[in-house]
């Protein structure tokens, strides 16, 4: 994950979350805390493990596995809404956003492809869709290019320069 740092046993081990009010609110909010904000992570981080479900499919798998329930009641919270505002606000990167709404159109076309039957009617529609598939998918692979040249996202660590969260931790306690 590249905002929050969770354990393998799942708990949030990045204290610099404690820096951005709307992450506070979630964990100090009864029925929510630290899991709540691990849904928040898990639905809005771009290096999620559920990055490749739609959004509305990552929200229900996410609900089930973190609280067991495919319709978690929580992530109708408006605190849960704010924070996966502010979450995609501290990450957006314009590459990784358009690689996000390029697999969500493949989804989409995907989706389509597998429910329509071929018949005389509609053949040649169907392969200007595939075509057009086609190009999105080389115009995907460009974009992945350009991340993979961009580099991994990384934070600063030892005595360097303090990351943005660390920054906005030490304003607040200073």
């Not at 100090?28 to 899991?35: C, E, P, R, V």
């Not at 596995?65 to 929580?74: A, H």
Request: charged share 30%.
């Amino acid at each position: 994950m590249y905002l929050l740092k969770i354990s393998k046993n799942g708990e949030i081990t990045d204290d610099g979350v404690y820096g951005i009010p709307e992450f506070v609110e979630v964990i100090k909010t009864s029925g929510l805390a630290a899991k709540g904000l691990m849904f928040v992570a898990y639905i809005a981080d771009y290096d999620s493990p559920y990055r490749h479900f739609t959004e509305d499919e990552r929200m229900r798998v996410v609900s089930k596995d973190l609280f067991g329930n495919y319709e978690w009641k929580g992530q109708k919270n408006k605190k849960i809404a704010h924070a996966i505002r502010k979450y995609n606000e501290l990450q957006y990167d314009p590459l990784d956003a358009q690689l996000s709404a390029f697999n969500e159109k493949i989804d989409e076309y995907t989706t389509l492809l597998e429910r329509t039957k071929i018949n005389i009617d509609n053949a040649a529609d169907i392969q200007k869709v595939m075509i057009g598939v086609d190009k999105i998918l080389a115009t995907r692979q460009t974009l992945l290019d350009s991340i993979e040249r961009r580099g991994e996202r990384s934070k600063i660590a030892g005595n360097r320069e303090l990351s943005y969260l660390e920054t906005l931790q030490a304003q607040k306690n200073g």
